[in-house]
Every structure is written in structure tokens, then in C-alpha cells.
């Protein structure tokens, strides 16, 4: 079968199986993040084995995540999350450092060797953000209070994640400073590139794209993969540069309608 004939059919599989466990657990008044978690299992190849293509899983997959996060940067008001800047850090970083080390103490005792148990205890300690916003965003909480918080610590482990992770996949780079240098500087040169376009360029771009709806919808997307684009280049994930640029975003005057385009893909 030619390779984008076996991508349709995937993409036919997972919104079908999709769609009937969303029915299914909208139902049973669950979570839809769990029903589409249960309908992956269901056509991937530890389930039925519907879906066989490993390539076309984690394509796939990276953009929904990516996607996800794109719009949880143009929906969440990032001024207003900064107002609890310190207890985000102080429990965020707690967390991982309690956690962690707890569960690494616990796995090393058992004869593992250190770096294999500090692993284990990242592993245990990060929650995934992506299943958090789907969450919140369900129960309509992204902007309260309790919301601002878990999704601060849920950064707060994705900025952890990006930095220490690389570094522990060769723990000798902790005494490289020209490495973590790189991992800093790339981080820096992200960040910037999504505030040069958010004060300067995307407000201009988008008040002249919204003149069209088709020119507008072309624009939202381009700034979604100008930024994945990015941080690939920077050795990044498709995820943060998509969180970037949804921040970038999410001071235009039309970020709203942004934010309705993204979540009708």
C-alpha cells in the first residue's frame, strides 16, 4: 500500500475509534483525554494492531500534543499566571526534587544503578501537561485559581524536563558548561524570538490577515509551524515551540478567533 494511502487509513482509525469511545465516555461523564487515550490502545499495536506504521504513530502523535499546546499558550493568561511566580517555583521544584528523590532512594535500594534510578524518579515525578490542560479545559477551570496553579507546575516540570533530561542521557555533561551553556542559550533565543513576534510582527500580520478568513486561518497555522519549525532547529520539542508561539499569539487582537480555528483542527 503506497505510504499516503496507509496514512489516510490511519487517520480514518484513530477519529473513528476516536469518536466512538468519546461517545462512550461523554456517556459515562469521564474525562474525553481517557477516551482517546483507551481508542490509541484500542488501533495501535498492542490493541487490535489497526495502526502499524511506529513513523506515522509519532508524527501524529507529536502534532497532537503540539497542537494542544499551541492553544493552551493563546488561551492561558500568562500575566496573570506570573502573579503566583513564587509558589509555582517553590512548589513546582519541590515536587520534582521530593519526588524524585524519594523514588530514586527507593529504586536504588532495590540494585538498580543511580542514574537508571533518578530516571525512575523524573519519570514519577513529571505529570503530563498535556492530559492536565485537557482536563481543565473540559471542566471549563484553565483560568481559575486552582487552574493558574497546576498549570504552573506542570510548566514549571516541562522547563525541568527540556533542561535536565538531555543531560542525563550523558550525565557527564553536568560538568560540560559549554553544553548547558547551548541548552540556556537556545532556551534564551526561543523565548525571544517568540517575544519579537508578539510585540512586533504577529499584531501587524494578523489585523491585516483577519480581512480574510482564508489569508487569516493560512496565517494562524504558518505562526504554528514557523515556531515548531524553531525549535526543532534549537534541538527542542515540537511542544515547546508550540507553546511559544501560542503565547506569541495570544496578545494579537484576534486571538480568540486563533484560539477557535486551533481547537476546530
Keep these: 500500500m503506497p505510504p499516503e494511502t496507509v496514512l489516510f487509513q490511519d487517520l480514518g482509525f484513530i477519529i473513528l475509534a476516536g469518536t466512538l469511545f468519546a461517545f462512550l465516555f461523554k456517556k459515562l461523564n469521564q474525562p474525553l483525554i481517557v477516551a482517546y487515550i483507551f481508542a490509541g490502545l484500542l488501533v495501535g499495536p498492542i490493541g487490535l494492531g489497526l495502526i502499524q506504521d511506529n513513523a506515522n504513530i509519532g508524527v501524529l502523535a507529536q502534532l497532537g500534543v503540539a497542537f494542544l499546546l499551541f492553544a493552551l499558550g493563546m488561551e ?45 524518579g523524573f519519570i514519577v515525578a513529571f505529570s503530563s501537561t498535556v492530559i492536565v490542560v485537557k482536563i481543565l479545559t473540559d471542566r471549563k477551570q484553565l483560568n481559575s485559581l486552582e487552574g493558574k496553579l497546576i498549570i504552573g507546575y506542570a510548566l514549571v516540570q516541562d522547563l525541568v524536563a527540556v533542561l535536565v533530561l538531555p543531560l542525563l542521557a550523558n550525565p557527564l555533561a553536568f560538568s560540560q558548561i559549554s553544553l548547558l551553556t547551548n541548552i540556556g542559550g537556545s532556551l534564551l533565543i526561543l523565548l525571544a524570538l517568540g517575544g519579537i513576534m508578539s510585540q512586533w510582527i504577529f499584531p501587524k500580520l494578523i489585523q491585516f490577515a483577519a480581512k480574510s478568513q482564508e489569508v487569516f486561518y493560512l496565517t494562524v497555522l504558518s505562526g504554528f509551524f514557523f515556531f515548531t519549525a524553531a525549535s526543532l532547529l534549537l534541538n527542542f520539542s515540537l511542544a515547546a515551540g508550540a507553546f511559544v508561539g501560542g503565547l506569541a499569539l495570544s496578545r494579537t487582537a484576534f486571538s480568540l478567533e486563533a484560539l477557535t480555528i486551533i481547537r476546530n483542527i
Design 76 to 120: 492561558i493568561d500568562f500575566s496573570k499566571t506570573l502573579q503566583f511566580k513564587r509558589s509555582i517555583l517553590l512548589g513546582g521544584i519541590g515536587q520534582i526534587v521530593l519526588n524524585t528523590a524519594i523514588v530514586a532512594a527507593l529504586v536504588h535500594s532495590f540494585g538498580f544503578q543511580l542514574i537508571e534510578a533518578v530516571y525512575a
